[in-house]
């Protein structure tokens, strides 16, 4: 093999810089092209169409609408709807995911993933039904409750509040958390355990000095990604709300897909953009936690 | 590997995931099995859907899909992280960024804009519907593997395999997939449940799969579209899970 | 000399024969998709003609248990021969005007059946319309204020809504203003959001009316109050078939003419449900609105449809018709069957027409088993103008309440 000497950082030239390009670049075409023309181009369009009146005439006004009631509420609750389903998802999650992976076997292991690939999955009416089969005002579970004393209904629960959500939502963050955090665990090798110990550190400091600082980052992203995941959750919220809490992708298919249609038939397609640049912000700061922990887990 | 001390929170965590997971599932399967008109419980609706004459069509229809979906995500992911893994490649970050974007827009927006946007040659064909279920795979089934990939010393055993005079494609069928085969099913169970219950997109392109089949099916019988959903929910977990306990170990390094 | 002047002239003569013979179908073919009513589309007989060869229709988001549809492709698929397929049974209107708008010709329907909250997007603002202009016989039996006068869209039957309850309730609820009782806490429900859908919606207008909002069709705010009265106990739950079947919503409003399908389906699941106007102001809601496609793959079929759909007749269902009847020629075998407006009559829809074919004493009774009582007023219809004004009202309180 012949070696070629090239600068670090100089620019390339000529037939380097397209040796430089097929390699840099070429073989992530496939995804590359799947990804532009059926997720970022029907995306774009969107974006163009946003932009659109009623007559095809460039606008702002659906973006000034999107920034006004009842939408503004719809954004907030679904920023908090998502940050809360993440929460109470990511602790149990991670500690049930550290659980699993250090003390259970193989195939438990195995198993557990591949359960938490379906059931993170679920969503939408069967969800829904099997919670109110379960939690409803003739649940099979409250009326256990109620004979023990504690009527879930004596107030004003509903599964259809933004409890009630939060509670369904659990049902797929949970298992969600579990698939996108146990890697990290993994990735916690046991060498450093031993060292420490080896050191003389017990259980407790090798926590708080080693695991936790380690894992937080991926924490953190996992969080992130569950954010994501609650955020844009339609066809749970769907089931189970009657309009009576704002979100923003209910909003957005009442716009784009119901039977009473705004005055702003471009609406919708607005609503849809702005929640794109939220999850952004979610996602870049993901992003930028994952490269940086990356190195950890060669 | 602590195998025999500290079990305890291990079957503590279990418990309540189990009973967090089956309580809900448990309530939902007893209106499955109840039979109002005789009375008393019956398997009565599942084997009415069963027999619903276009039962054994949508299955085998949506069965197809989420198969052609869990080839494409693996025939693309896999190569394509594999080469990144190695090469450290400049676009990491793009293409890292671009997988997790699929997950930020809902559904339905995403169907409108395709509905918008693709030629009539793609709307005809319902082979556009695998390549969009692999886009709303994507963020589960990239990360899965990229984590699977960095967990193993991926240089090491592909320069060993290349020196062993395999191909690339022999590197990555016989190498390194089944070192991560974890990752691996992890993905072909994310990626083929949720092609299987993909409903929003198909059914605003105009498709007609088993979910859509559901829904439509169940005005008329309400509890048998409960039975329905049921099967669709406990036949890929179980068909999975029992994949997975019965495909044979192979140790990997630094697991175990 | 002569034969060449013979074979001269026998080959003009057959030309003009070839051309003629050409021209003629041709012309037939291109008029159909064009044909603004049954004598443009060449008589009736002609126009089932051309629908038995074509052999398809598509229809879109008319489910079987909806105002008696089922019954209606039945009789329609059994007497011409054609094959009726619904795309997305279950869909919304927005969903017919963006399929219209977007769909591959494959998947193009040939009708539409919109709620009147979305018929403004047919005819865009300088724009082509998306339908083609079509008046069927009895075009005048179409009040005007529920038609384009073009033909571009028509009004087709309408509905009352209706309370349903589940009988397990403590006790049998008789107007509007009863849903806010404290004895139906927690399972008081509406179908769905009304900001996007249109029987969630009507629910709104129909409680307004129940709470003392009946003179001003277009003011909802007392229905709004009336909700919110209710979510102050509890929150509003989806009235939907699995949610009446666990018990989760026990009472709310539906259309009227959805109650042959519901209720049959609840006692097939164990669920005791029954429905009955409100004692005191019963809704006539604005009707559903029928319309071709203007890239309606199956023209003679799209226009067939619309005239079957709006029969008066009285006549025969699917069932009755027998191998005779079918062989009749085409004018023949319609005018024995039972028209589509009856059939929505007998689902205890309002079909658009009922005014007109009571006085020509053609309607035949409603199924439904119960009755709108003597006490109760029907108001309405309400007009597509109410409902736009009332939209704005609910689009902006309801998510507040």
Redesign the interface.
């Known amino acids: 093999m012949t070696f070629k000497v090239i600068e670090e950082g100089a620019p390339k030239r000529g037939r380097a810089f397209l040796t430089s390009f097929i390699k840099n670049f070429l073989p992530a075409t496939p995804l590359l092209l799947i990804v532009g023309f059926f997720f970022l181009f029907p995306i774009a369009r969107l974006i163009y169409v946003s932009f659109l009146s009623n007559e095809n005439t460039f606008t702002f006004s659906n973006f000034v609408t999107a920034a006004q009631e009842p939408y503004r509420t719809g954004f907030v609750n679904s920023i908090k709807i998502g940050l809360f389903s993440a929460a109470i998802a990511a602790f149990p999650g991670a500690i049930a995911a550290y659980f699993i992976e250090t003390r259970g076997g193989s195939k438990l292991r195995r198993t557990i993933a591949v359960m938490s690939g379906v059931l993170a999955n679920t969503g939408g009416i069967p969800l829904a039904f099997m919670f109110y089969a379960a939690l409803g005002i003739q649940g099979q579970l409250t009326k256990v409750l109620k004979f023990f004393g504690w009527d879930l209904y004596a107030g004003t629960f509903s599964l259809g509040s933004f409890l009630g959500l939060l509670i369904v939502y659990l049902y797929f963050q949970l298992p969600l958390m579990v698939i996108v955090f146990s890697p990290a665990i993994v990735s916690l090798r046991r060498e450093w355990s031993e060292a420490a110990r080896n050191l003389g550190a017990n259980q407790f400091n090798y926590w708080i000095r080693i695991g936790i600082p380690l894992l937080f980052p991926s924490f953190i992203a996992s969080f992130l990604l569950l954010f994501a995941s609650g955020f844009s959750a339609y066809a749970t919220a769907n089931a189970l709300t009657v309009g009576n809490l704002p979100l923003t992708p209910l909003q957005i298919g009442g716009l784009l897909d119901g039977n009473v249609s705004a005055s702003q038939l471009n609406l919708g397609k607005a609503l849809g953009v702005v929640m794109i640049l939220i999850s952004a912000c979610a996602v870049i700061p993901y992003l930028a936690i994952q490269r940086r922990s990356a190195r950890w887990q060669k | 590997m602590i195998k025999s001390k500290f079990q305890l929170p291990l079957v503590f965590t279990l418990l309540i995931l189990g009973f967090f997971v089956f309580v809900p599932m448990i309530s939902a399967f007893e209106y499955s099995i109840r039979t109002p008109a005789k009375g008393g419980y019956g398997w009565d609706s599942y084997l009415w859907a069963i027999r619903e004459e276009e039962f054994l069509y949508y299955i085998i229809r949506s069965t197809w899909l989420a198969g052609v979906t869990v080839l494409i995500t693996l025939f693309v992911l896999v190569p394509t992280l594999t080469w990144i893994h190695l090469s450290n490649s400049k676009v990491r970050g793009l293409i890292d960024g671009l997988s997790l974007l699929p997950l930020v827009i809902p559904v339905v927006a995403f169907a409108v804009g395709a509905q918008i946007s693709f030629p009539e040659f793609v709307k005809n064909t319902v082979l556009e519907l695998p390549f969009l279920y692999f886009v709303l795979a994507l963020p589960y089934a990239y990360r899965a593997l990229d984590i699977g990939l960095s967990a193993i010393p991926l240089k090491t055993i592909t320069e060993a395999a290349r020196s062993a005079g395999a191909n690339w494609l022999r590197t990555i069928t016989s190498v390194i997939i089944p070192v991560i085969r974890g990752s691996v099913m992890a993905t072909i169970a994310l990626t083929f449940a949720l092609s299987l219950g993909e409903f929003t997109l198909t059914v605003l392109l105009h498709w007609d799969t088993f979910p859509t089949w559901v829904t439509y099916v169940a005005q008329e019988n309400i509890l048998g579209a409960i039975a329905i959903s049921m099967m669709s929910l406990i036949l890929p977990f179980l068909l999975l899970t029992l994949i997975t306990l019965f495909v044979p170990e192979r140790s990997t390094q630094g697991r175990k | 000399m002569r034969a060449k002047r013979l074979i001269a002239a026998a080959s003009a003569a057959a030309l003009t024969v070839g051309i003629v013979a050409l021209a003629t179908p041709a012309t037939a073919a291109v008029n159909i998709c064009k044909a603004k009513n049954v004598a443009e589309a060449g008589g009736l007989d002609n126009l089932i003609k051309l629908a038995k060869k074509e052999g398809k229709l598509a229809l879109i988001t008319t489910?079987?248990?909806w105002a008696n549809y089922g019954a209606i492709h039945d009789a329609y698929e059994k007497a011409f021969g054609v094959k009726v397929t619904v795309?997305?049974?279950?869909?919304?209107?927005?969903?017919e005007i963006?399929?219209m708008?977007?769909?591959?010709?494959?998947?193009q329907p040939d009708s539409i059946d919109?709620?009147p909250?979305?018929v403004?997007?047919v005819t865009?603002?300088?724009?082509k319309p998306l339908t083609s202009p079509y008046q069927v016989i009895n075009w005048k039996d179409i009040p005007n204020a529920a038609k384009d006068p073009s033909g571009l869209w028509y009004g087709n039957y309408g509905g009352k809504l209706a309370i349903v309850y589940n009988t397990t309730l403590p006790s049998v609820p008789t107007k509007a203003a009863d849903f806010s009782k404290a004895e139906y806490k927690?399972?008081v429900?509406?179908?769905?959001?009304?900001?996007?859908?249109?029987q969630?919606?009507m629910s709104v207008l129909a409680a307004s009316i129940g709470n003392g909002g009946s003179k001003n069709l277009s003011d909802v705010s007392k229905g709004l109050e009336l909700f919110k009265a209710v979510?102050a106990?509890?929150?509003?739950?989806?009235v939907?078939?699995?949610?009446l079947?666990?018990?989760?919503a026990k009472l709310g409003f539906m259309w009227d003419f959805n109650a042959l399908?519901v209720v049959p389906?609840?006692?097939?699941?164990?669920?005791d449900l029954k429905f009955v106007y409100p004692s005191d102001f019963v809704l006539q809601a604005p009707p559903y609105i029928n319309a071709i496609n203007a890239k309606s793959p199956n023209c003679a079929n799209a226009r067939l449809w619309q005239e079957f759909v709006y029969s008066q007749n009285k006549g025969k269902t699917a069932a009755q018709l027998t191998a005779a009847d079918l062989k009749l020629p085409g004018s023949k075998l319609f005018a024995l069957m039972q028209g589509g407006q009856n059939y929505f009559q007998q689902s205890g829809a309002d079909p658009i027409m009922s005014a007109a074919m009571a006085k020509k004493k053609l309607l035949v009774p409603s199924l439904l088993d119960f009755k709108v009582p003597a006490t109760a007023k029907v108001v309405g219809p309400a007009t597509i103008a109410d409902v736009l004004t009332a939209?704005?009202q609910?689009?902006?309180s309801?998510?507040?309440?």
């Open positions: 489910p079987r248990d795309d997305n049974p279950d869909g919304s209107s927005q969903y963006d399929t708008k977007t769909a591959p010709k494959s998947k919109i709620g909250l979305v403004a997007q865009p603002p300088g724009g927690g399972v429900g509406i179908t769905g959001d009304p900001t996007s859908s249109n969630a919606f979510k106990q509890a929150p509003l739950v989806k939907n078939s699995t949610n079947v666990t018990g989760t399908g389906a609840a006692k097939a699941a164990g669920l939209r704005e609910i689009i902006s309801w998510a507040s309440l």
